[in-house]
């Protein structure tokens, strides 16, 4: 689904990846992990497509297409969904009106007939089930005045709306309580399927509890230094990021 | 340009004596003097510095003296908001329509007329309030209106009245509103302890007529009253705006208005308000949407005079193509108006790197115990809610018009009255070319 081959990016001037390379297939989970400033959320907006990241080297296939060649809103028509770490609050349009528009956007690209407002909630009121939610968050603006754990909420929500086919959370647990937490790890749980693929870019092992990983990989200076199952994340939670810097220190 | 007005005011005095009571031709005559005596402001005046009026004071204009156009209640369909039972006074090209005019049902003691009508029969309604709100002093625009003043809506809404579907006035111009200049004035009072919408439009027919429209509405909220004033300014673009609305509320009463100016090559709205006693509450929102070289400029103006007022102002402008925007926020704190409580913003939104706003808050502040703040932005769209909305799958245009839309709504959102609330959500959707 997704192949990534000696990524390098930078921002402002300054590389930030250096030389990624990182396999995804469908029915795969895959955690992404590192210290602060290790590239890994870089590593998520690139894919997403961000604008203000410039690949300066590499490639990336996303389900045969050149991934780098697409517009954010054309990946995301390709079915592919970041879950921004700080979702933004768009005052003045509400959560169901933002929702339906980006629904209907993705369907018309992918040539499917758009819905109206009332079959999108009939649609909606499923999904909220996935994140244990009432109807009433919908009438509200895009993220406005959310707390913290309501915007990431928010979208696990829209993952579960637009049904991407690579899902990429990043910190996804950062500032949840151990409640929200739970909710939020329990919806991407029901979202995962055999031909969908997720990717949790987290600083902790904590979330990897609730969504366990097939694959762990840990990211050090724009690089994948160490890949491993999911008992990889376990004896990071134990041993700290630093062990690994020495050891691919020594092994350098 | 000014001596044209001046023949023009005698030989309309002259003719109309028989027309105007007695009290009013002094006020008249007092308000053409004054008129004369400052002319025309000049870009030199402080008030006026970035408001290019030229156009306006060095044009010749002639009196509006009605339309001959054969208009159907179908030609005013689009700007009734859906509502045509709806209490509506149509003025076309500055004279009232009595055929195109609608009065709904009314509760009693409510009375709704053209200023020609009440001139004379309610002489002693507009003895007390006409021209007692809106100063003629350093207002030379306030005093050509009173000097010229026979058209214009009155809106009476006796005490303890709830008048429960909003009063309309709308003023509609032509094709042969061309080269003609109107001085609409509008008197709303509101008494003791009632409840009001009144909504104001100036709309045209055609979309390229030049001409001038000078209104000023008076506004009296008596004590505990609650009022909704919306005001629409939709002109030609290539017309002039110049308005004044001045409101006086009293002791416990509440306020809020909405202003919409998306017309006009050059617009000005001046909004005073005087707050006259305590526990008031004033809500002043208002967007200005300007493409092409249209100027849009607001000035606001709030008077704390009393204690324990809450005055509460958002102005919002979207700015495409070469236009500009002026706002100017004056918040004007007396000594003894102590636990004000005023808060002002503005923020501006530019679409294109042609257009160009100034804006200026102003605030003099005498009192010492008060919460008074301002805030003022000049900006584009926010390039990570533009990714946001991208990474969701909406084209890059169709993000920026669902921010910019979102811009506005958060200051359209405001307005209590459904349905008005739902046409300025759809004119701005209009003009943003849909979502």
């Keep these: ?252 | 340009m000014t001596e044209a007005i001046v023949q023009e005011f005698e030989a309309r005095s002259g003719a109309a004596t028989t027309e105007a009571p007695e009290w009013l031709e002094p006020i008249r005559r007092a308000a053409m003097e004054q008129f004369t005596r400052t002319g025309f402001p000049s870009a030199r005046d402080e008030e006026w510095r970035f408001t290019p009026i030229a156009p306006v004071t060095q044009g010749t204009w002639r009196p509006a003296t009605g339309s001959g156009a054969a208009l159907s209640p179908r030609d005013l369909a689009p700007f009734l908001f859906g509502h045509a039972e709806w209490t509506t006074l149509v003025f076309l090209d500055g004279v009232y329509s009595d055929t195109l005019s609608f009065a709904g049902p009314m509760p009693a003691g409510v009375r709704v007329m053209g200023l020609a009508d009440a001139i004379r029969a309610d002489g002693a309604l507009l003895g007390r309030h006409l021209g007692r709100h809106a100063s003629i002093e350093g207002s030379p625009f306030t005093a050509l209106n009173a000097a010229m003043m026979r058209e214009g809506g009155v809106v009476h809404v006796g005490a303890g009245v709830d008048l429960a579907e909003p009063v309309h006035l709308l003023f509609v111009s032509t094709a042969q509103a061309a080269g003609t200049a109107a001085h609409p004035r509008n008197l709303i009072v509101i008494e003791r302890g009632a409840r009001a919408s009144i909504v104001e439009s100036y709309v045209t027919l055609v979309p390229d007529g030049s001409y001038w429209t000078n209104p000023v509405t008076e506004v009296a909220v008596a004590a505990g009253a609650w009022v909704e004033h919306t005001r629409i300014q939709r002109e030609s673009e290539r017309a002039y705006h110049v308005g004044l609305t001045h409101v006086d509320q009293q002791r416990d009463s509440h306020y809020r208005s909405f202003s919409l100016a998306m017309g006009a090559a050059m617009s000005r709205h001046n909004l005073h308000v005087r707050l006259n006693d305590e526990n008031i509450e004033t809500l002043m929102y208002g967007l200005y949407l300007t493409r092409g070289d249209q100027v849009a400029d607001t000035h606001t103006a709030i008077y704390h005079d009393q204690p324990n007022c809450r005055s509460w102002e958002v102005y919002k402008g979207i700015l495409d193509g070469r236009s500009r925007g002026v706002f100017n926020g004056k918040v004007l704190v007396k000594p003894e108006a102590q636990k004000t409580d005023a808060k002002q913003t503005n923020r501006n939104l530019l679409l294109s790197d042609l257009a160009r706003v100034d804006t200026k808050p102003q605030l003099e502040i005498f009192a010492d115990d008060v919460k008074c703040t301002h805030g003022a932005t000049v900006g584009r769209l926010d390039d990570v809610a533009r990714f946001y909305a991208r990474s969701r799958g909406l084209p890059r245009a169709a993000a920026d018009r669902l921010l910019t839309y979102a811009f506005a709504a958060e200051v359209v959102d405001e307005v209590a009255l459904l349905p008005v609330r739902q046409e300025l959500d759809r004119l701005v959707l209009e003009r943003l070319g849909g979502l």
């Design chain 1, 1 to 252: 689904m997704l192949e990534i081959r000696d990524l390098h990016a930078s921002a402002g001037g300054k590389g930030i990846l250096k030389g990624i390379d990182l396999t995804v297939n469908a029915g795969e989970v895959h955690a992404v992990m590192g210290p602060n400033g290790s590239g890994k959320s870089t590593l998520a907006q690139v894919l997403a497509g961000h604008p203000a990241y410039e690949v300066t080297g590499g490639s990336i296939r996303y389900r045969g297409q050149d991934l780098l060649e697409l517009e954010p809103e054309e990946r995301a028509q390709a079915g592919l969904f970041l879950a921004f770490q700080y979702p933004v609050e768009i005052p003045g349009v509400s959560n169901a009106y933002f929702l339906r528009a980006a629904y209907n956007e993705i369907r018309k690209a992918n040539g499917l007939e758009e819905v109206d407002s009332m079959d999108f909630l009939d649609l909606l009121e499923e999904k909220l089930k996935i994140v244990e939610w009432e109807p009433d968050i919908m009438s509200r603006a895009v993220n406005s005045g959310f707390s913290g754990g309501e915007k990431k909420r928010n979208e696990i929500l829209q993952m579960a709306v637009l049904e991407p086919t690579l899902a990429i959370l990043d910190e996804t647990d950062s500032g949840l309580d151990i409640d929200a937490l739970r909710i939020v790890a329990a919806g991407v749980n029901k979202l995962r399927r055999p031909d969908n693929a997720i990717i949790v870019v987290t600083h902790y092992q904590r979330l990897l509890n609730y969504i366990v990983p097939d694959f762990v990989h840990v990211l050090s200076a724009g690089r994948i230094v160490k890949s491993g199952g999911k008992e990889l994340a376990l004896e990071l939670e134990a041993r700290g990021y630093e062990w690994l810097d020495d050891a691919v220190g020594a092994a350098s």
